[in-house]
């Protein structure tokens, strides 16, 4: 994954823009790829680790109603929290991972359900949703690499 997150930072620099992370069931594993590339001061503003649910609303500003009606593995708390790490971390871009990396489901949501929010500097929000297979491990890896690859192909495409 050092390729796409090489090739992330060289179009974030090339933009003249930085990422911001929000990350749940993967635990920084996002921030660190991103930080594994030379130079990623330059473009990788810094991340929040919001392992806890309530901490989605007090870190990232996700709406606790949201959380309450549909839990926090949502397409729309993900995006939540993208748009909570891109303005809260003043960076131009958001990325954040909700999911349940397993072995048991989390509020009757199966394991390997993950979904990947973006928010980008014009305004504009998706969430993509990974159904995943694999132990604990390999589904927040899978979710960290896919996380990667989104991110890359929006920055790419400047949404």
């Known amino acids: 994954m050092s390729e796409?997150?090489?090739?992330?930072?060289?179009?974030?620099?090339?933009?003249?823009?930085?990422?911001?992370?929000?990350?749940?069931?993967?635990?920084?594993?996002l921030g660190a790829a991103l930080t594994d590339i030379a130079g990623s001061s330059t473009t990788y503003r810094g991340g929040v680790i919001a392992y806890a649910t309530d901490l989605?609303?007090?870190?990232?500003?996700?709406?606790?109603?949201?959380?309450?009606?549909r839990g926090a593995v949502d397409p729309d708390v993900a995006i939540a929290m993208a748009v909570g790490a891109r303005s809260r971390l003043t960076a131009d871009w958001g990325v954040a991972l909700t999911g349940v990396a397993g072995p048991d489901p989390q509020d009757g949501k199966p394991p390997g359900l993950v979904y990947v929010g973006v928010a980008g500097p014009t305004g504009g929000v998706t969430a993509t949703e990974l159904r995943?297979?694999?132990?604990?491990?390999?589904?927040?890896?899978?979710?960290?690499?896919?996380?990667?690859?989104?991110?890359?192909?929006?920055?790419?495409?400047?949404?």
Do not use: F, W
């Open 4 to 29: 796409i997150a090489a090739q992330l930072h060289a179009l974030l620099l090339a933009q003249k823009q930085t990422v911001a992370t929000a990350e749940s069931l993967t635990a920084g594993l």
């Open 56 to 69: 989605k609303a007090e870190l990232l500003g996700v709406d606790r109603e949201l959380l309450a009606d």
């Open 132 to 159: 995943l297979s694999g132990d604990r491990n390999a589904v927040r890896t899978a979710a960290r690499d896919a996380a990667l690859r989104v991110l890359c192909d929006s920055v790419a495409a400047g949404e």
